[in-house]
């Protein structure tokens, strides 16, 4: 049984990864990889780590969410709660969330590994945890689980002391992996419909450094004073300029759900 009290945060993520790799290599490890990469191959197209991020902005009680988009990576930033040790615990594990569905959007503890679609190498800088995933790191990858063994960054290459608390720096793996990160940010794929579903998050920016072009959309706070609906405008921005406005009627309903759907 490990003890993980009164560590500070890189002698917690030392910890765990020390735990990790003292584990079973032939049975447990191997296990674990291999089913990690099936996991990996369920998601159903590239995009499917951008609704992991939203989720995760939402969770943490974030009002704003930021993508960035540059020559070879991609930084996702959000203002909300920092990360604590339950959350580090649920990103180095599979199928094992702290998140409960009644309290959260994400709870399947599986939303995360889908950036290994995009990125083997993906960092995580949160509150006062710097710490990163790295497939080059181990000789026999294919047998490690590497994408949950996490890396203290003893040097971090960016800072969340500002108003985005918690920063994921997403290297791609391949540079043609650009063009459908872009196609996935746009209006088709999300759109901003997307914020009637979440809780917290009331704006997405979405910049892209290559062309200097930018995307915002902003939910305004409930317009109604009835209990019975709910009100919101949404608006959307290209680099700065109104391009569409909508006011949604909400209405919000328990429904009980067939077993066989269950």
């Not at 969330?97 to 959260?104: F, G, N």
């Not at 993906?122 to 181990?138: I, M, Q, R």
């Not at 791609?172 to 990160?181: A, Q, Y």
Request: charged share 30%; hydrophobic share 35%.
């Amino acid at each position: 049984k490990v003890v993980y009290k009164n560590m500070n945060q890189k002698e917690y993520i030392t910890k765990i990864r020390e735990s990790q790799i003292n584990s079973d290599k032939e049975f447990m490890l191997d296990s674990l990889a291999g089913g990690i990469d099936r996991l990996q191959k369920a998601f159903p197209r590239y995009g499917s780590f951008l609704m992991e991020f939203v989720q995760n902005a939402d969770d943490a009680h974030s009002s704003s969410l930021k993508i960035e988009i540059s020559n070879n990576q991609l930084l996702i930033s959000n203002n909300g709660l920092p990360f604590e040790e339950v959350n580090v615990k649920s990103i180095c594990k599979v199928g094992r969330s702290s998140k409960t569905p009644k309290d959260y959007i994400g709870y399947l503890g599986v939303g995360f590994k889908s950036v290994f679609l995009i990125s083997e190498s993906p960092e995580v800088h949160s509150g006062n945890y710097h710490f990163k995933f790295s497939k080059k790191e181990w000789a026999d990858a294919i047998h490690i689980p590497w994408q949950i063994i996490p890396i203290w960054i003893e040097t971090p290459s960016i800072s969340n002391d500002g108003t985005y608390k918690t920063k994921f720096l997403i290297p791609l793996k391949e540079l043609k992996l650009l063009d459908k990160i872009k196609e996935e940010v746009s209006p088709l794929h999300l759109n901003d419909r997307i914020l009637l579903f979440l809780r917290h998050v009331k704006e997405i920016q979405i910049k892209k450094s290559e062309d200097k072009q930018s995307r915002t959309i902003k939910k305004s706070d409930n317009l109604s004073e009835n209990k019975e609906y709910e009100i919101y405008q949404i608006e959307e921005y290209e680099n700065e300029n109104l391009k569409n406005r909508d006011k949604w009627l909400l209405f919000k309903s328990v429904c009980d759900v067939p077993s066989e759907i269950k």
